[in-house]
Nanobody, 128 residues
Framework: QVQLVESGGALVQPGGSLRLSCTVS????????MGWLRQAPGAERQFVAA????????LYGDFMKDRFTISKDIADRTMYLEITNLKPEDTGLYYC?????????????????????WGRGTEVVVSA
């Protein structure tokens, strides 16, 4: 059974930083691409970033690259998302996700419907 558990969400002031974590079980972590998506209140889920199975290739959504860094620790079966210079528009639920099968490419994963496994999300609120 695939389980994805996010943590690290918090209330932060604009300009602050956060590191979100996702612990993964039930799939071969070293061969599966993984990703983060987010959902702002009243909005659709939005692709944030994806990382290849070995962690050597990264893909970021539009406007995400400069402040977002995705990484994974294969030994600990944990994926991370670091966000710097947080802005109020970063507020939302951040989801950890995995596709239905291993893949060597990431481009198709910018579409939320391509992800099969989801965590419950961790909430990020950026407010003064």
């Amino acid at each position: 059974q695939v389980q994805l558990v996010e943590s690290g969400g918090a209330l932060v002031q604009p300009g602050g930083s956060l590191r979100l974590s996702c612990t993964v079980s039930g799939l071969p972590f070293a061969t599966y691409p993984m990703g983060w998506l987010r959902q702002a209140p009243g909005a659709e889920r939005q692709f944030v970033a994806a990382i290849s199975g070995p962690g050597t290739t990264r893909l970021y959504g539009d406007f995400m690259k400069d402040r977002f860094t995705i990484s994974k620790d294969i030994a600990d079966r944990t994926m991370y998302l670091e966000i710097t210079n947080l802005k109020p528009e970063d507020t939302g639920l951040y989801y950890c996700a995995a596709p239905p099968r291993p893949s060597n490419t990431l481009l198709h994963l910018t579409t939320p419907s391509e992800w099969a496994y989801w965590g419950r999300g961790t909430e990020v609120v950026v407010s003064a």
